[in-house]
Each structure stands twice: as structure tokens, then as C-alpha cells.
Nanobody, 119 residues
Framework: QVQLVESGGGLVQPGGSLTLSCAAS????????IGWFRQAPGKEREVVAC????????LYADSVKGRFTISRDNAKNTAVLEMNNLKPDDTAVYYC????????????WGQGTQVTVSS
């Protein structure tokens, strides 16, 4: 069974930085994509950034390009999201997601971690 454990998050002032980490267990191969989504109150969940473990290719939401960086450690099945120059609009619950193309195939979500950007 695939399980995701998130860490990081918290309260930060505008312009500050935070780092989120997601550790995945139960993956039988490096055939997956891992990424972060977020959901603010009253809004739909949206993609923030994703990385493909096969080739390291990345995808970012336009709103975070140039401010957020996603990276992965295939040996540890871990993804890290570095968030810089945070804005109040970045306030949301951030969820880690794995799309696994190996065994077991499927989408898996973490429990979510709160990020609050406020002065």
C-alpha cells in the first residue's frame, strides 16, 4: 500500500520561505510522478508543481513559476517543494500526490499540511 507522509508548512510572513517534504512508501519502482496540490477555502484544489521520477521533468502552475522549486530524491522516494517569496494568495492546505504507473497503479494523496502567509 502506498502511503505519503508530508512535513513542513506553517505560518510565514509575506516574502518569506517555507519548504514542504513528501516521503512516499510502498512504491515498487521509480515509475511515478509526485507533486503538490493546494486548496484554499472556498476554492477548488489546484496543481502547484509536479515532477516525473522517470526523467525529472517538471510542471509548475503559472502563479508559482520563479518562486517555487520542486525536486526529488529517487533513492528515498521523496519530493521537496521549496517555496520562496510567499504571498498571502499562497495560503492553502497543501497536499502531496503520487500518480503511480507501477505496482500498485493509482493516485495516492497525503493528509495535507497548512501553509499560511500573513503578517
Amino acid at each position: 500500500q502506498v502511503q505519503l507522509v508530508e512535513s513542513g508548512g506553517g505560518l510565514v510572513q509575506p516574502g518569506g520561505s517555507l519548504t514542504l517534504s513528501c516521503a512516499a512508501s510502498g512504491l515498487s519502482s521509480r515509475d511515478y510522478a509526485i507533486g503538490w496540490f493546494r486548496q484554499a477555502p472556498g476554492k477548488e484544489r489546484e496543481v502547484v508543481a509536479c515532477i516525473n521520477s522517470r526523467d525529472g521533468s517538471t510542471l509548475y502552475a503559472d502563479s508559482v513559476k520563479g518562486r517555487f522549486t520542486i525536486s526529488r530524491d529517487n533513492a528515498k522516494n521523496t519530493a521537496v517543494l521549496e517555496m520562496n517569496n510567499l504571498k498571502p494568495d499562497d495560503t492553502a492546505v497543501y497536499y502531496c500526490k503520487v500518480t503511480n504507473w507501477g505496482d500498485p497503479v493509482g493516485d495516492y494523496w497525503g493528509q495535507g499540511t497548512q501553509v499560511t502567509v500573513s503578517s
